[in-house]
């Protein structure tokens, strides 16, 4: 089977009813999707199918040949945050983090889906399948809303400059 | 993998040993459970077409319908029941097909809009050993099972109403979901959540058809049901609540 993941072209041998999940984590090492409840319950493995949210533990791998897929790890790289990573991190929408690849996926979804600001009803819409057992949703929705007004679409040189004495560390699984 | 209806029906034979994946919203779990795959065939459908809505008259769901097509399609009370099926990532890969065909049971409680089916008198295509047929989904929901569906069609209700009991999180199952048609000057009524797959309520039917006063028919409303315990709600709880579940349908259908 072979797709393309985070704009690079990918083959797997796994059997076609393989959960996109296991094929993203144990053929790719791609690890942002994250296994929760894995029956479609939780929201933390969402991912974008040809730009739609789709949960990555009920998509048969069989069926994406020729598709694109984009994980967390495609939306922006440790020195290139996009504007939705940026927001969540400002706003402090994650506590432990395991909920928030999902969400940050679903919401980039949304945000994608309008031109305008979204609103407190349309995040809840979208993201009424995403649990979260930390923040209480409260800074969730507001940073996803923060991030489509464009407060975050600014260069990252400002609010999220490198640590020099940190390396650069990119995601297992970037675009090349 | 077939991508047309002919190559759908000719993958699937006679069924035997042949496992469809349609959405794959309740067979993926499966996988990642070790359950599947057994050995076996999967038909993946998701390139078979199969999903076009036709309206002429009737209305023709194709089996891999989305259930966020059925909603936009606006059939009721069919659209409404599909609207609140779990969440939009899920009604975007579920299909109409999928949920007709849930596995019954008490450790699924899938399969939604069997109830608004059943109450508009759906007609299932299907094919399998004998070839291809159309049926009641009446008659399709008490049989085995075991055949392809190719689509459904469903005749516009002059009135609808639907209602769901819900544990409060905006992603539960539904504990009980009561839909109503009338369609012909005839009401029919059907129940999801309280018996092994969704059923008419038969004897509401006959009191409102008798003319009884909706309270009178409401109280019919656990006739011929077999309300199960789970983790959602008690077999008690369920026939405690659903008479008052078709008291509120039955209002909502006459317009109060």
Redesign the interface.
Known sequence: MELTINGVPRATASSPVTPLLTVLREDFDITSAKPGCEQGGCGTCTVLVDGAPRRACLVAVGTLGGAEVTTVEGLGGARSLAAIQKAFNDRYAAQCGYCTTGMVMAAQALIDSTDEAVTRDQVLDALSGHVCRCTGYVKIVDAIIAASTGEFDHDDADDFAADPSQPEVEPKGAPA | ?PVSEAEAIEGFGDGGNVTV?AG??I???E??YGR??KGGR?L?L?RAGLDAVADGGAVTFGAMTSLDAVVAAGVEPLAAAAAVV?????R??ATIGGNLCAAPGVEAPRGDLQAPLLAMGARVRSVGPGGERTESVDEYLAGPRDRLVLSIEVDRPARAAYITQRRPH??SYSVMAIAAAEVDGTVRMAAAGVAPHAVRLTGVEQALAGGASPADAAARATEGVEPHDDALASAWYRREVLPVLVARVIKQLQGG
Request: hydrophobic fraction near 40%.
């Open positions: 993998m994946l794959g919203t067979l993926m779990p996988v990642t599947y795959p999967t993946m998701h779990a969440d939009p990532e899920i975007a890969q905006s992603h």
